[in-house]
């Protein structure tokens, strides 16, 4: 409720926040009776909406490349600074999607989450933004776009 209301002290937003209260709706009711592995297998589009809704409303978003072992990936992060968590969208260099959620448990520790994505959970990320990605997994070097371009 706080971020919303933050969000309608600026007139320009009020048009955002029409466009993303119905993700933040799922978002909510989604994550009040399950657990986070629940919300990431069973409800796997909502956090790719909510991913979107965020990064298309930035006046510049990154788009970064990481390596991990024999993997590549391009990644988009949202961070949900009250709650100590991380979303993101990665493109691996295999064409493949995946959706992470990240969170800090009881003991502090970091517990990151990885969901394949499914072509209809794909489809909810704009062409703009998966062209981005792909040459971003490609060249190996990030990149830093306004928000509003990769929407098209």
Not at 94 to 101: C, S, Y
Request: aromatic share 10%; proline share 3%; hydrophobic share 40%.
């Amino acid at each position: 409720m706080t971020y919303v209301a933050l969000l309608f002290t600026h007139e320009d937003d009020i048009k955002v926040i029409n466009e993303r209260i119905t993700v933040l709706i799922i978002f909510a009711a989604s994550m009040a009776n399950m657990t986070y592995e629940e919300l990431v297998k069973k409800h796997p589009g909502s956090l790719v909406e909510k991913i979107v809704t965020e990064v298309l409303s930035k006046d510049t978003v990154d788009v970064y490349f990481e390596d991990e072992g024999d993997e590549q990936w391009a990644v988009i992060k949202v961070h949900i600074y009250e709650e100590d968590k991380e979303m993101a969208l990665r493109l691996l260099s295999d064409n493949k999607w995946i959706l992470q959620f990240g969170y800090y448990d009881d003991e502090d520790e970091f517990i990151e989450l990885l969901q394949p994505l499914t072509q209809p959970e794909i489809d909810l990320i704009p062409k703009g933004l998966q062209k981005v990605m792909l040459k971003v997994v490609t060249s190996e070097e990030g990149l830093r776009l306004p928000g509003n371009f990769l929407s098209r």
